[in-house]
């Protein structure tokens, strides 16, 4: 058979397995069709092109676990016996060139297995492909050898740790979330590539190759296997018809398609919904399962191997005991027996930061406890005023809301932002839904109490750290986007339901003020500084008047940076941030009757550290004359304690031609100055 013919062929078969997939629907019927289509086709061309049978030619990647989607690669390992002969090498060159005739992109490798331990060192991605391989033609002995010689040599502690870490650095690249408006769905928080990361665990593991055999192994629930069965299917299905309908290996639900996707899918839309607005909370509620059962059963597999009983830890507080870096329930019961310990969890977690795991009986009890956070759960006076300790605590604030939001308990105390949660954003700016944005503000925000962050951007840095009451800025952050969705303008609407909120949880009225005010008014400060012309003194003076407080607008300054911030990657600019710059200080101003101090803290960390020393008053000149040269950031960054140790070290050298190295004495012994010429 010529290539032509193999050619036509395999791309006649693909067309009559599309054909039947959009009747009916059948993924896994599919997936595996269209591999051993694949099989035949690769087996067509290597015996045209006469393969020595010295070679075993291996599927990896999905194709290897047989399940090769309308567009992915054709992923190949060329497996080379010893002695192999320049010919071999020739005659694989010519096969892989005739591969690509398929129309499919060809990723492929060609090793001896001694070249595959060597690259299984330096690189995961061998030994996952290990775990999926499958022989399609050649030395079925050279094959075995392989398996076993890559099973033997894999550490599961290390090849765990290696995919825990992979999978925590991809989801950074995709700013830890599952919710941006152009998901990809494979690559994304909540996409197939968790689901892919568990199945490699578990079968490093032994513990399974499907999600029914884990179920049989006891390593998940009745209720998890089937979740997992349904949301792998899901994200199947909708591959295969991204695929199917670009006609190209597309793997982001870009807007273009959502409409179309959501019409091939059979979903209907409801009153003020399009059926892709549909789809797409069906896609983040998804994420959102595969996310937390994820966390599940990646802590239940490295639980399983440390063999150390849950129950046996360290008591922190009623109900919860630690582990290490983990923090577990007494007893799987405890949120059942009382429910207000729910909250109790990420209070914990945010105020002892050394404790930033969770156990997997604790991660399966906020899995199963929907049922317990109803609207008496809501309005417990207890659960109220745990939220508002969290949101008033001095560090994890966005980390405790996030967690919240991940396993849905804030939408569940916050009836409002649970309108929110998965909801999209039809614009040309925003990147995220809804409540996905309003968390990254927060983070932003967040960032902002960091001293190590001061460099980026020194003035918002330096107005938060100098802030009292910072908690009222978090909770106006978390609901100034909370009349989305509802028509009419929701800057207003917003407003009338954080009051409401104020009231409920018996925040003083001098705060509830403060709050609805930065809801209600949290888009003008940007409006002003972008469409007005800020140089003139009426407009400074009609923003100042509206503002009236030196605090509302540094509040308001800190809420405008973050929210166009948590819009999208590429909406914050340097002109925008020298604008609103700008506007702060004029407003400032006007405000003050005079010239802002542009070093609010800067000034009063530098008495404190001259307080501590005894500097005689020309010394004194001298390190303020030296200080000057330093921005807003050193000052940030260095403790009061630092700075007056840099100042002692620094000061009988200001005048010196030469550069020195100090080191700080640890205890017993001596400092050490070092000049280097």
């Known amino acids: 058979m010529e290539i032509n013919e193999i050619v036509k062929k395999f791309k006649d078969q693909r067309e009559v397995l599309a054909k039947k997939f959009l009747a009916d629907v059948d993924a896994d019927a599919y997936l595996s069709a269209h591999a051993k289509a694949a099989d035949k086709a690769v087996l067509a061309i290597l015996k045209l092109n006469q393969l020595s049978e010295d070679v075993a030619v291996v599927a990896v990647g999905g194709y290897g676990r047989e399940q090769q989607f309308p567009y992915s690669d054709l992923d190949l390992l060329f497996l080379l016996p010893d002695g192999v002969r320049d010919k071999d090498l020739k005659t694989i060159s010519d096969a892989i060139g005739n591969l690509w005739s398929l129309g499919l992109t060809v990723g492929y490798s060609v090793r001896s297995i001694e070249e595959c331990l060597e690259q299984a060192e330096v690189d995961i991605t061998a030994q996952t492909a290990m775990l999926e391989s499958r022989l399609i033609a050649g030395n079925e002995e050279l094959f075995k050898t392989y398996s076993e010689t890559m099973e033997k040599n894999l550490n599961l502690k290390k090849f765990y740790r290696a995919k825990f870490i992979e999978q925590q650095q991809r989801h950074l690249k995709y700013h830890e979330s599952s919710y941006a408006l152009e998901p990809n769905i494979k690559e994304a928080p909540g996409g197939l590539r968790d689901l892919n990361i568990l199945i490699w665990v578990l079968r490093a593991a032994r513990l399974g190759n499907t999600w029914q055999e884990v179920f049989e192994k006891g390593l998940i629930t009745r209720r998890e296997c089937e979740l997992l069965e349904s949301v792998t299917k899901s994200l199947y299905r909708l591959r295969i018809h991204m695929h199917l309908l670009t006609n190209r290996h597309e793997d982001r639900l870009i807007f273009e398609i959502q409409e179309p996707l959501a019409k091939a899918l059979g979903i209907v839309g409801t009153v003020g919904r399009r059926p892709s607005e549909v789809m797409m909370q069906h896609f983040y509620i998804n994420a959102k399962t595969i996310g937390q059962l994820n966390s599940i059963i990646l802590q239940a597999i490295k639980e399983r191997y440390s063999k150390e009983p849950e129950q046996t830890g360290e008591p922190i507080c009623s109900g919860f005991v630690r582990q290490g870096d983990v923090l577990g329930l007494e007893s799987p019961d405890v949120f059942v027996k009382n429910p207000e310990r729910i909250l109790e969890a990420f209070l914990i977690q945010e105020r002892h930061p050394d404790i930033p795991m969770k156990s997997s009986r604790l991660y399966r009890a906020l899995f199963e406890v929907h049922s317990l956070m109803n609207k008496e759960w809501a309005e417990n006076p207890v659960n109220r005023q745990t ?192 604008l609103l710059e700008d506007l702060f200080y004029s407003t400032a101003r006007f405000l003050k009757g005079k010239g802002i101090d542009r070093d609010l803290l800067v000034s009063r960390r530098r008495k404190d550290a001259l307080r501590l020393t005894r500097f005689t008053p020309e010394q004194r000149d001298r390190i303020n004359k030296f200080w000057d040269n330093f921005d807003v950031a050193y000052f940030m960054k260095h403790s009061v304690r630092n700075i007056v140790w840099h100042a002692k070290v620094l000061l009988p050298h200001l005048d010196s031609p030469k550069s020195f190295v100090a080191s700080r004495p640890l205890r017993g012994m001596e400092p050490h100055t070092k000049f280097l010429s």
Request: net charge neutral; glycine share 6%.
């Open 387 to 578: 939220f508002l300790k969290i949101i008033q605590g001095r560090r994890g604030v966005w980390h405790a809301l996030e967690e919240m939001n991940r396993w849905g308990v804030l939408g569940k105390l916050l009836p409002s932002f649970n309108r929110i949660v998965g909801q999209m954003q039809h614009d040309l700016f925003h990147a995220y839904t809804v409540d996905q944005h309003t968390l990254l503000a927060i983070r932003y925000l967040r960032n902002f109490t960091h001293s190590e962050n001061a460099h980026e951007l020194p003035l918002c840095t330096e107005l938060m750290m100098a802030m009292k009451g910072s908690w009222r800025l978090v909770l106006a952050l978390l609901y100034h986007d909370i009349g989305k969705g509802r028509g009419g303008d929701h800057s207003k609407i917003g407003a009338e339901i954080v009051r409401q909120m104020c009231r409920d949880f018996e925040i003083a009225d001098e705060d509830a003020d403060y709050i609805e005010f930065l809801v209600r008014e949290h888009l003008t400060m940007s409006m002003v500084a972008q469409k007005q012309d800020i140089s003139d003194p009426e407009v400074i003076e009609n923003f100042a008047k509206k503002v009236g407080t030196m605090e509302r607008l540094v509040s308001l300054y800190l809420l405008t940076v973050c929210d166009i911030r948590a819009t999208g990657p590429k909406i914050w600019n340097a002109w925008k941030a020298q």
